[in-house]
């Protein structure tokens, strides 16, 4: 079983910049992904970004050039810094792991932008 502890949300104006973190515990498979996926009310649950164990990444195209995913597979743990953040960046932000066989969520993190 893996546990996933998010931590880095809050409130921020337009423009600011935020990072959240994520920490992977528990039976981990060395080879997985990790990333981000955020929900806005009434909208699904999108993918933000994920990196893969090797370092292979994948950004949404909504928020590249201003969001940089990064990990540490030493620690599992990846990190989501935000810059240049947009009220539509407003979101319940959820850090997922993926290792082929299951797929664990994080409870989630408030990310709050406001104009």
């Known amino acids: 079983q893996v546990q996933l502890a998010e931590s880095g949300g809050g409130l921020v104006q337009a423009g600011g910049s935020l990072r959240l973190s994520c920490a992977a515990s528990?039976?981990?498979?060395?080879?997985?992904?990790m990333g981000w996926y955020r929900q806005a009310p009434g909208k699904q649950r999108e993918l933000v970004a994920q990196?893969?164990?090797?370092?292979?990444?994948n950004v949404a195209d909504s928020v590249k050039g201003r969001f940089t995913i990064s990990r540490d597979n030493a620690k599992n743990t990846v990190n989501l810094q935000m810059n240049s953040l947009k009220p539509e960046d407003t979101a319940v932000y959820y850090c997922?792991?993926?290792?082929?066989?299951?797929?664990?969520w994080g409870q989630g993190t408030q990310v709050t932008v406001s104009s």
């Open positions: 997922r792991l993926a290792d082929g066989l299951s797929i664990y």
């Open positions: 528990g039976t981990i498979f060395s080879i997985n992904t």
């Open positions: 990196i893969t164990s090797g370092g292979n990444t």
